[in-house]
């Protein structure tokens, strides 16, 4: 999503939750899947079901502007 969306504007981390359990508190992740959006502002957690890739761009504020997600 990432990728094909964004176009190499992104920067992703993958934590995963038992080899980094660290990381996890440190990010305040108690579900699976989550996606932290940190920019642009508000920081925005998601959580749960990202198969409706053109809703979860809007959700976060990064859907392209003048774009309408179905």
């Known amino acids: 999503m990432c990728e094909a969306e ?3 504007n992104f920067e992703l981390t993958v934590i995963d939750v038992y080899q980094q359990p ?3 508190r440190e990010w305040q992740i ?3 899947p989550t996606l932290v959006k940190e920019f642009p502002l508000p920081m925005r957690r998601f959580i ?3 198969s409706n890739i053109s809703r979860l761009l809007d959700d976060a504020d990064l859907a392209p502007r003048g ?3 179905i």
């Open 6 to 8: 964004l176009k190499g």
């Open 22 to 24: 660290k990381l996890a």
């Open 30 to 32: 108690i579900a699976i």
């Open 48 to 50: 749960g079901n990202f």
């Open 67 to 69: 774009e309408i997600a």
